[in-house]
C-alpha cells in the first residue's frame, strides 16, 4: 500500500505518469477504486450515483477509460462512458449536464507522448480541489479492486455509451454569436496538435462563411516525435504557414483542447497572456459582460492595467486553474486565464476550453473588423507592450533553496520592490521587470517565467533566473 501511494501522486491538475512503468492498468484501476471510494462516501448530497469517463488521442486511453468505467459499474456507479476521444471540456460540460458526482478524463493534457493521466472534475465541472485528491489518494490501496466487464456492465445499464459532444456543440454554437460571424469572410487555420479536439471546430462554425483550415487533426499517438503543447518550439510548422499562406488568424489546441494559443498573420506566437488580455476586453467592451477579472501569479502585468482602466477587480491566484475554478465559483468572474492557456467564461461550467477561447478571439475580429494582428496591435497600443519568456529547467525541484531566492535584492540592475511567495517565488521589480521560479506540479523541472518591455530583457532575466538556482 505505501509503494501505491508513493507512485500515484496527484500534482497542479491530475495524475500523470509514464505508461507501461508506473501508469499500468492495475494502477489505473486502483486510482479508479479510490475515487469510487471518495464518491461513495464523501458524497452523501448524490442519492443516485453517476458519473461520466472520457478520454483523449494517447495511447491505449480508449482502454484505460474503459477499465476505469468497469471499477465505477462495480461499484454501483452508473457510469457515461464516451463514444469516442474528446476535448476534457466536453467531457466537463457533460459531467454538468447529466448531474454527475464527478468525472474522469484520461489524458496528460500536453506531456510527451510517453505519458498519460487522470484528470478528476467536480460535480460543478471543474478541477478536483486539493482536498479531494487528498482523500482520494488516503483511499489508494484501502479497498480491494472490483470489477465488472463492460458487457455486463452495458447489459445491466451500469455503463452507457454517451456521445458528448452532441451538447458540447449545441451549447458552444449558441455561446457565440453566430448570426453575427455568419458572413464574416475570415480565413483560419487551426493546428489541432494530434489532439482530441479534432474537427469540432467545423461543427461549430457550420453555416458561416468563415474558412477553417485544420492541420494534425489526425490521430497521432507519437505526437510528430514531440508533445502537444501550445509553444513556440512545438508549432513551427504552424508558424511557417501562417508566415508564407494567407490566414487571418492561427488557433492552437494542445492535447486535450483546454488550453489556447495563438498565431498572427505573419507567423508570430502570441502567448496566452496577450490572449487573456484580448478576451477580456472583447468580453467587456463587446459582450458587455459583468465581474472581475482573474489572472494567476505569473500572469503578465498587462492585466493589472487592463482592470484599472476597465474598473474591474483583479484577482491573482497560484499557478493551476482549480484555483481560477473555485473562484468561478464563488464571484462573478468576466474572464479568467492562465499562462499555460486555459481561459475560463462566465455563464459556462467553471473549466478552461481551448475551443471556445479560441472562437471568441475570432468572434472579436467578427466585432471589431480587423484580423488578429490588428486586434494585438491596438491592444499593446493602448496597454504597453510586454515580453512574457519561459524557461522550463530539468532538475530535482527539491535542490532549488526557495527561501534564499527571496532574498534577492536586484536583478540585473533594478531594485527588486516587492516578493510574492504563495506559490514559488516572484520577485517584482523597480521598472515592473519581473522574475518567478517555481517547481512543476507534473514534471521533474523548474519552472522560470519572465517579463520585460522588451524581448531581449525578457530573455536575460531567464538566463539571470537559472543562474540563480543552478550556477554551472
Known amino acids: 500500500m505505501s509503494d501505491i501511494k508513493s507512485q500515484i501522486k496527484f500534482g497542479t491538475d491530475g495524475w500523470r505518469a509514464v505508461i507501461s512503468d508506473t501508469f499500468t492498468f492495475e494502477n489505473v484501476r486502483i486510482v479508479a477504486q479510490a475515487v469510487a471510494d471518495w464518491a461513495n462516501k464523501d458524497n452523501p448530497q448524490f442519492l443516485l450515483k453517476s458519473a461520466s469517463v472520457g478520454f483523449d488521442n494517447r495511447f491505449l486511453s480508449a482502454e484505460y477509460a474503459q477499465a476505469v468505467a468497469e471499477v465505477f459499474a462495480a461499484n454501483g456507479i452508473k457510469t457515461y ?9 466536453a467531457l466537463s460540460f457533460g459531467v454538468v449536464g447529466l448531474s454527475n458526482v464527478c468525472g474522469i478524463m484520461i489524458t496528460a493534457s500536453h506531456n510527451p507522448a510517453r505519458f498519460n493521466g487522470i484528470k478528476i472534475k467536480t460535480a ?31 447489459d445491466q445499464g451500469l455503463i452507457v455509451v454517451h456521445d458528448f459532444k452532441i ?43 468563415i474558412k477553417l483550415t485544420l492541420m494534425r487533426e489526425d490521430v497521432n499517438p507519437g505526437f510528430d516525435g514531440s508533445k502537444p503543447e ?48 484580448l478576451l477580456t476586453l472583447h468580453l467587456v467592451r463587446n459582450r458587455k459582460l459583468e465581474g ?38 464563488s464571484e462573478k468572474i468576466v474572464s479568467g486565464g492562465e499562462e499555460a492557456g486555459g481561459m475560463g467564461f462566465p455563464n459556462y461550467i467553471p473549466e478552461r476550453d481551448g475551443t471556445l477561447a479560441g472562437l471568441l478571439l475570432l468572434e472579436m475580429m467578427v466585432y471589431n473588423k480587423k484580423n488578429f494582428r490588428q486586434l494585438v496591435e491596438d491592444m499593446e497600443r493602448e496597454f504597453g507592450c510586454y515580453y512574457y519568456s519561459r524557461l522550463d ?6 535542490k532549488v533553496d526557495l527561501n534564499k531566492l527571496k532574498t534577492i535584492g536586484s536583478v540585473l540592475g533594478k531594485k527588486v ?56
Open 81 to 89: 462512458l464516451s463514444n469516442t476521444s474528446l476535448p476534457t471540456p
Open 124 to 154: 460543478q465541472g471543474g478541477a478536483a480541489s486539493k482536498d479531494i485528491t487528498n482523500l482520494v489518494e488516503s483511499y489508494l490501496g484501502q479497498t480491494p479492486v472490483k470489477r465488472m466487464a463492460c458487457p455486463e456492465a452495458v
Open 167 to 209: 451538447e458540447y456543440v449545441k451549447f458552444i454554437r449558441a455561446y457565440l454569436d453566430l448570426k453575427k460571424m455568419k458572413t464574416a469572410k475570415f480565413k483560419v487555420l487551426a493546428d489541432i496538435m494530434h489532439g482530441s479536439g479534432r474537427d469540432l471546430m467545423l461543427e461549430i462554425l457550420k453555416g458561416t462563411d
Open 230 to 277: 501550445p509553444i513556440p518550439e512545438c508549432l513551427q510548422v504552424m508558424m511557417g504557414r501562417m508566415k508564407k499562406e494567407k490566414f487571418d488568424f492561427g488557433h492552437v489546441l494542445d492535447g486535450d483542447a483546454d488550453r489556447v494559443a495563438a498565431v498572427m498573420p505573419g507567423g508570430e506566437f502570441v502567448s496566452p497572456q496577450k490572449i487573456l488580455g
Open 292 to 329: 472581475g477579472i482573474i489572472k494567476t501569479l505569473c500572469g503578465t502585468t498587462m492585466m493589472d492595467h487592463i482592470a484599472s482602466k476597465l474598473g474591474r477587480k483583479l484577482y491573482e491566484t497560484p499557478v493551476g486553474f482549480k484555483y481560477i475554478s473555485d473562484l468561478m465559483m
Open 393 to 398: 529547467y530539468s532538475m530535482d525541484a527539491k
Open 417 to 472: 520592490v516587492e516578493v510574492k511567495d504563495f506559490d514559488g517565488v516572484k520577485l517584482i521589480c523597480e521598472n515592473e521587470d519581473w522574475l518567478m521560479f517555481r517547481p512543476s506540479g507534473t514534471e521533474p523541472l523548474v519552472r522560470i517565467y519572465s517579463e520585460a518591455k522588451t524581448l531581449k530583457r525578457s530573455q536575460d532575466l531567464l538566463e539571470f533566473g537559472r543562474q540563480q538556482i543552478d550556477p554551472k
